[in-house]
């Protein structure tokens, strides 16, 4: 008798590679992305910055103080001069135990570079960072998107999420593209649970498909609110698998980690 395989409630829940696989390797370069993809990441998360000639480029803080052996701020740098600096060797440094001579000289990479590198069949959920320091940053994304085949002919991707603190950047991408999914990334700071109104949530419903909290100050009631209004809710960023478990149970469809080989591993026992 033949066997029907049981559906896996979890197999819809997304493991998004937090700028790579960046526990175990230097955020944001081509080696932290392909770790992610090893370790069965879905989408490969990627933040945005652009250089002063305009070239969108894969990284977390506006200056690349912390993350190469450089200073300054990339919206005043070229992409020659960002291309000379060292994007790994502050890994091995900070991370001894972690070290691996393969990341020394690593390069920072363009986002039409990870694109190319990871292909079509890849995800990738990509946040407009800084939007108010960079002018032009939205019609920029969206020229490479479709550069790269990633946005059809008919404005539709299945392999692109946008997100973003800036409700305007959003607002913008979601003008210029409304077939773009966006998550509109949320930070709750004070102290106690985190509450969203009915009122925010119609708001965001108005030109996103869901929200990307803080996961330290939500709890079921938040995840329950968010899930029964029809948003997605994918919290960050979330490193340990007690923390992953408690959130699957609440309820969200997926989650940002720095270690895609621990989720992975969840999502398999549940
Ligand atoms: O994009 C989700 C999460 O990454 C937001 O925080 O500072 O790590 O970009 P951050
Ligand atoms: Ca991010």
Known sequence: QAMTKKPNPSDSILNIAHRGASGYAPEHTIPAYALGQKMRGDYIEIDLQMTKDGHLIAMHDETVDRTTNGTGWVKDMTLAEIKKLDAGSWFN??????????????????LEEVIHRFGRNARYYIETKAPEVYPGMEEELLRVLKQTGLINGRGRTNKVIIQSFSQESLLKVHQLNPR??????????????????????KNIKRYAVGVGPNYDKIDQAYVSKVRQAGLEIHPYTV?????MKKLIR?????MFTNYPDRLHQVLCEE
């Open 93 to 110: 440094e900070k991370y001894p135990a972690l070290a691996n001579p393969a990341y020394v000289g690593l390069k920072v990479p363009t």
């Open 180 to 201: 773009i999914p966006l998550v509109q990334l949320l930070w709750y700071e004070t102290a106690g649970t985190a509450q969203i109104t009915d009122e925010e949530i």
């Open 239 to 243: 490193n340990e698998p007690s923390e």
């Open 250 to 254: 609440w309820g969200v469809t997926g």
